[in-house]
């Protein structure tokens, strides 16, 4: 039913007709939306056998979704950022337990300094979890990657993270085509676990294993990611037999027919670059893009046949590893069989800052024209770094780097907040 | 559940695989330690097995193990001076087990219920001569006709008991009792002669046939003292005393009663002049109340009867109605020595109690036959000098008491059985005791002893009537669940219950428990918890 | 607290079985065909009180609940004895996730059966003290304050056992552990103002806090069943002596539990919504050094020769077990 509805109600709305049986929630911005609405759902009887926890941390959140989903539950939840870090450990357990939880990560820097906005800090930091990670580039398709992730998740067994840009796209209001709970009764069959706790059928679920037999897990899991790969294609496919609708999948190219310049990315940012590609295009430039709809497990054979060719790359990413560089780059280079000439990397969007059109034509010309370096920091106030690197060498101490900035920049942290709201 | 992840889910119980019991370096043993009751008991009685039962409420059973032992729980219910309470490691912690009054109780219902001492073996073919009809004489036949030996009792006096009924008072062993228990061992078939002393044995023997002996003509000798006594004091001595008890007419003593002796029999005395009259009854002895050898009992009853007593004094002179007494002193050594300091005291009659020698005559046939003070003397196996014949009670050095001669009785029974079939005595080892300290008395419920009531002082003086009154059957059914069962296990499942590895098993009821050492680490915590002590440790063999 | 009528069973209620109760009055640990939810074959030290209460509790609510129980574990000694790869000791459907996460994931487990409709099916959670009064906190907080349906169990052991007696929360004051070793001029764990998780929980108005050791099975069966017998959160503490950490004979574990609550050091009481309603009177009153000397974890308190060397702090214990006792009524003015 196509309506024009906030992302986190078109989220909720979905994962609600998928008929989850628990559903924990701890607030953090900005995935309240969503568990708001499921908690209003549950209480007004709309989802009946739905039991919705209010849980006292985030680390609580996914623990009893894990213990709901050990027994056989449907169970969902959503967190973001330092939310997500403080369930790491849980989020390793979950996925170790091979419990096909979902949970909507709505993008969130990480702190310090302490900042609600998005980027894509909190999916990097739990990349290696063991999850299955789905980026959104719309609200049509985090609603879609939803329905899919509940199907995904049972079918091997493995935690699906659906990762949808804060604000951007969680309180966006866009025209989005919710698919019904008929449609989603056709698509997604009753949770059938692959192991469960029942005084019927005894079972020790989640011992402990020594060096050996942990190898060997965790190559199991890492096939089972493999084999994700397979399912994903084929969920998407079914999914859009069902709906109508094509949405998910491995990745998603975009004009890379006979591109010279392709820019990769992740999320919702790849809106704005369609919008700079088509302009490219305009102006003759043979520019594409690829976005990386599933991110883990990385479909390193999608990823090689989109950028079969010898099209310059453009990594744009809303996260980067200190002292190193780009996340998503390092697997796309791996993709292309190691470390290429051809990439460039372009973080951007740290933190909340807008990804204009503008920045980001600047950064296809400069690309085009070789005059794009192998990490470049998209629009970045130079000038106020240079200050504080001068400063840091002449006065060696610790410190509040961001005060400092903030004091360069000849901006208070109440000045920043409040041009921002 | 078909196929479970590999590694983090596992099958329930699969750790049965593991064999814990490697890790163990020492092993717990179940064993039976002997009980400070039984071990304690003269008679030998098995007193934790028979409380065991009765603890159960099963009466009978109770009773049939106690009579394996001691035919006359009814009398011994009544007259045992309880060794067994004494050694009884409840003592320790609040009261000691009134065994002996769950005894009487069992004697008594037996008696009620009209139970049978169990059938004798088949015929053995031997014959036994059994010389007195005392506690020992009436053990001996018990248990030799029980082994299928053919027994003739002969007896001097006339009726059966010896001691029992020509010693001690009716009022602590009413006859009814005594006939009752003495005639259920009669009845299993014994050839009894009344009123016939034997003055020859070994020619009793050839004259009857009989392939060996038991000799339990008991001591009824008075001991007399060498003390200067006028024509007219009237003098007699406690046996006389006592035996008299039982003919038509009892003795006159008059109002003042001076008893002389300090054992049992001169309280048995002194208690009986009190039922016959006299207002004054004054024992008089040598040496002080810790010296004295009677029991305790019988000096708190004698004492809660009006029995005054009078310690370090000897009697000089005796004349008519008066005697002369001199105050002693113990010596550094705890002997008493005279004073020379005399009083002289009322007296109408002086009773001496000073003990009491066996008439051995008999024997005198028997060259190989020794008698020593005054005494048979016998081997460990009761055996006199002479082949096949066996001595018991008081004709031997043993304690003169009625358990002692009981258990002579059992034991001279056993040795001549053995010696009749020509194989040697066995003896059964003798389990290690079950001292207090290897209890753990913390899973032993509180519950101090119920006392025995007895009669009223004051309507004991004027009556032989019994003065112990028996136990009801909740009084003794809560007497003997107060049994710690030491050094038996009474399967409270503690060990079952406390073992962390769950290598106990239980056998089921009455078939206690084993320990299963695939997984048994020997923590020991079974053996620690085990309230009776019914376990050991010991090194594991590596 | 069984409330039965006083009769005399030559051991009563104090050893695990009786032949002379009718059966349906022995307890559960007495009866051949108990459940064994934590069977043989487990890797437990030798005479370790964890395992012996987790059974005690488990078989127990085995009984409560026909056997339809679901148990959480929390990391931790329990968890690491019995389930190393590739076997387990259980017999219960058995769920182990995290360190501190035990009493969420309880909860997980029974909204689901709740969100199911299998309400036949009760879900049981249980930890070690480090799992519960530190690390596991917060969530436990979490499920006393929504009051969920389930029974959190901590078998506490007074320290980190299983990483190699390291002080917890529930540490008791002078007590040596790894990282408060007996060394300096207040030597062990210091005094402080201590952390008594039932006295917490009872704070949360929760329907039902118990505390209660492995010396006493019958008191302790008789709260997990009374535990069982009610929807919501529940809340028992059982004091498992360690030999290991303890210092203490293996033989001598339900001794020392024995020990803890006749000093008075350890309290046995019972609370229904946050009110106190019952409290196991001290049977031997007994001084707490005779509790604190066969543990070599309170050796610096006694010289060689086994006197006592500190009796400034063995008073100051000593003070802590006389509070307790006028707190808990344990010298039993009304029973």
């Excluded at chain 1, 079918?155 to 025209?175: N, Q």
């Excluded at chain 2, 596992?10 to 039984?38: F, I």
């Excluded at chain 2, 009223?456 to 809560?478: C, I, K, N, Q, Y």
């Excluded at chain 3, 968890?79 to 501190?100: G, K």
């Amino acid at each position: 039913m196509l309506r024009q509805i906030e992302g986190s109600q078109a989220v909720a709305r979905v994962v609600a007709a998928c008929r989850p049986e628990v559903v924990c929630a701890y607030p953090i911005t900005p995935q309240t939306h969503i568990v708001e609405a499921i908690g209003a759902m549950v209480k007004s009887g709309e989802l009946p056998g739905c039991r919705f926890i209010n849980v006292e941390s985030e680390f609580s959140a996914l623990s009893v979704a894990i213990g709901a989903s050990a027994t056989g539950a449907r169970a969902y939840t959503a967190t973001a950022s330092q939310g997500l870090l403080f369930m790491m450990e849980a989020l390793y357990n979950a996925a170790g337990l091979g419990l096909p939880i979902v949970m909507t990560l709505a993008n969130r820097a990480v702190g310090a300094p302490i900042n609600i906005w998005n980027d894509h800090s909190d999916a990097m930091a739990a990349r290696d979890a063991g999850w299955i990670q789905l980026f959104a580039r719309s609200n049509q398709e985090a609603a879609d990657l939803h329905a899919q992730a509940f199907r995904l998740a049972e079918e091997v067994s493995l935690p699906v993270m659906v990762c949808m840009d804060g604000f951007i796209l969680t309180h966006a209001f866009e025209r989005v085509d919710v698919a019904t709970r008929e449609q989603i009764e056709a698509f997604l069959p009753p949770f059938e676990p692959r192991q469960v706790l029942d005084p019927a059928a005894p079972v020790s679920i989640g011992a402990m294993v020594g060096p050996e037999a942990f190898e060997e897990v965790r190559y199991l899991a890492h096939a089972r990611h493999l084999d994700a790969l397979g399912v994903i294609e084929s969920v998407a496919e079914e999914f859009a037999e069902v709906v109508g609708r094509k949405s998910g999948g491995l990745v998603a190219p975009y004009r890379t027919q006979d591109a010279e310049l392709v820019v990769i990315a992740l999320g919702s940012v790849l809106g704005t670059i369609h919008e700079v590609v088509d302009e490219a295009r305009d102006r003759g430039l043979r520019v594409g893009a690829l976005g990386v709809t599933t991110f883990r497990p990385f479909p390193l054979e999608a990823v090689r046949d989109a950028l079969a060719g010898d099209a310059r790359l453009v990594v744009l990413e809303k996260a980067f590893s200190s002292g190193f560089g780009g996340v998503l780059s390092t697997d796309i280079a791996m993709a292309l069989g190691g470390a290429t000439a051809r990439l460039s990397t372009v973080v951007g969007g740290l933190g909340g800052r807008a990804i204009t059109e503008t920045s980001l034509r600047r950064v296809v010309d400069d690309a085009l024209e070789g005059r794009l370096g192998r990490l470049e920091f998209l629009d970045l106030d130079r000038a106020a770094v240079e200050r504080e690197l001068a400063h840091m060498a002449g006065d060696r101490r610790s410190g509040p780097i961001a005060e400092n900035v903030l004091r360069a920049i000849g901006a208070g942290t109440a000045g920043i907040a409040g041009r921002r709201a | 559940m078909n196929e479970l992840p590999f590694a983090i889910s596992l099958e329930v119980g699969s750790s049965l695989a593991n064999r814990t019991g490697s890790w163990r370096v020492e092993r717990p043993r179940y064993l039976d330690r002997m009980p400070p009751c039984n071990d304690a008991c003269p008679a030998g009685e098995n007193v934790q097995r028979w409380l065991y039962l009765a603890e159960e409420g099963d009466y009978e059973r109770a009773w049939r193990v106690l009579v394996e032992d001691n035919p006359m729980p009814a009398i011994m219910g009544r007259v045992c001076y309880r060794p067994c309470e004494t050694a009884c490691n409840r003592g320790q912690l609040d009261e000691a087990v009134g065994i002996n009054a769950v005894e009487r109780f069992l004697g008594d219902l037996a008696i009620e219920r009209g139970w049978r001492l169990p059938e004798p073996a088949p015929d053995s073919g031997a014959r036994v001569l059994v010389v007195g009809a005392g506690p020992g004489g009436l053990s001996a036949t018990y248990h030799l006709r029980r082994l299928g030996h053919t027994v003739r009792l002969v007896e001097a006096s006339s009726a059966l008991g010896g001691m029992m009924r020509y010693g001690i008072p009716k009022y602590r062993l009413p006859r009814a009792a005594l006939d009752a228990e003495v005639a259920r061992i009669t009845e299993m078939g014994v050839d009894v002669e009344l009123g016939t002393p034997v003055r020859d044995l070994a020619g009793a023997m050839r004259a009857g046939g009989f392939d060996a002996a038991v000799l339990a003509v008991g001591a009824q000798l008075a001991h007399r003292a060498y003390i200067a006594a006028a024509d007219s004091a009237r003098v007699l001595d406690a046996v006389s005393l006592l035996r008299s008890m039982e003919g038509e007419e009892p003795p006159a003593l008059g109002r003042r009663v001076v008893v002389y002796g300090g054992g049992d029999t001169a309280m048995d005395a002194a208690r009986t002049a009190r039922r016959l009259g006299a207002t004054d009854a004054i024992v008089v002895y040598r040496r002080t109340r810790e010296k004295m050898p009677a029991h305790d009992v019988e000096v708190e009853e004698a004492a809660e009867e009006g029995v005054v007593m009078k310690w370090l004094s000897t009697i000089t002179q005796m004349e008519k109605g008066r005697l002369v007494l001199e105050k002693m002193a113990l010596d550094e050594h705890g002997f008493p020595q005279p004073t020379g300091e005399l009083e002289v005291l009322q007296a109408d009659s002086v009773v001496l109690a000073l003990g009491q020698d066996a008439d051995l005559s008999l024997v005198g046939g028997l060259e190989d036959v020794v008698v020593r003070h005054g005494a048979l003397e016998v081997g460990d196996d009761l055996m006199t000098g002479h082949p096949g014949v066996f001595g018991v009670g008081d004709a031997t050095s043993a304690e003169r008491t009625v358990t002692t001669a009981i258990g002579q009785g059992k034991a001279a029974a056993r040795a001549a059985h053995a010696w009749l079939s020509g194989v040697p005595l066995e003896r059964p080892t003798r389990h290690e005791l079950a001292t207090f300290e290897l209890l753990n008395t913390w899973y032993y419920d509180d519950a101090p002893k119920t006392m025995r009531r007895r009669l009223e002082p004051a309507r004991r003086t004027g009556t032989f009537d019994e003065v112990a009154v028996g136990l009801d059957e909740s009084d003794a059914l809560f007497e003997a669940r107060r049994c710690l069962s030491c050094g038996n296990c009474f399967e409270c499942d503690n060990c079952f219950g406390v073992c962390p590895d769950n290598a106990v098993i239980k056998l089921g009821t009455g078939r206690r428990y084993e320990f299963d050492f695939d997984y048994c680490k020997g923590c020991g915590i079974c053996l620690q918890e085990c309230p009776c002590g019914a376990i050991v440790m010991e090194p594991e063999e590596i | 607290m069984s409330g039965q009528p006083v009769r005399f069973f030559q051991v009563g209620s104090f050893a695990a079985g009786n032949r002379l109760l009718p059966p349906e009055l022995r307890s559960v640990q007495s009866d051949a065909t108990r459940a064994n939810a934590l069977t043989s074959g487990h890797r437990a030290c030798q005479g370790c009180g964890e395992a012996l209460g987790a059974r005690y509790v488990l078989d127990t609510a085995m009984r409560a609940t026909q056997g339809r129980l679901i148990a959480v574990n929390a990391t931790g000694c329990l968890e690491v004895f019995t389930t190393p790869y590739p076997q387990t000791s259980w017999r219960v459907p058995w769920l182990h996730s995290l360190f501190a996460n035990a009493a969420s994931v309880a909860t997980g487990v029974a909204s689901a059966l709740e969100a199911q409709g299998r309400s036949d099916v009760r879900v049981l959670a249980q930890a070690g003290d480090g799992g519960t009064v530190d690390i596991g906190f917060a969530a436990l907080s979490g499920l006393f304050e929504r009051n969920d349906d389930v029974l959190y169990v901590c078998y506490d052991n007074q320290a980190y056992m299983n990483t190699g007696v390291q002080r917890s929360g529930a540490t008791p004051p002078a007590a040596r552990t790894a990282t408060t070793e007996a060394v300096g001029p207040e030597p062990g764990n210091p005094f402080g103002q201590g952390k008594n998780l039932p006295l917490i929980a009872m704070a949360h108005g929760i329907p039902y806090v118990a505390t209660a050791t492995v010396a006493d099975l019958h008191d302790l069966e008789a709260k997990v069943f009374k535990a069982m017998s009610i929807h919501g959160a529940r809340y028992l503490h059982v004091l498992v002596p360690c030999p290991l950490g303890w210092g203490s004979a293996p033989a001598a574990t339900i001794e020392l539990a024995r020990l803890a609550k006749e000093t008075g050091l350890f309290a046995v009481f019972e609370s229904e919504h946050g009110e106190l309603t019952a409290s196991s009177p001290i049977r031997r009153p007994v001084p707490v050094e005779a509790y604190l000397r066969p543990q070599t974890r309170y050796r610096h308190l006694f010289d060689d020769a086994g006197e006592v060397g500190r009796p400034d702090v063995v008073a100051r214990l000593q003070a802590m077990a006389d509070a307790n006792i006028a707190r808990f009524d344990l010298l039993g003015g009304e029973r």
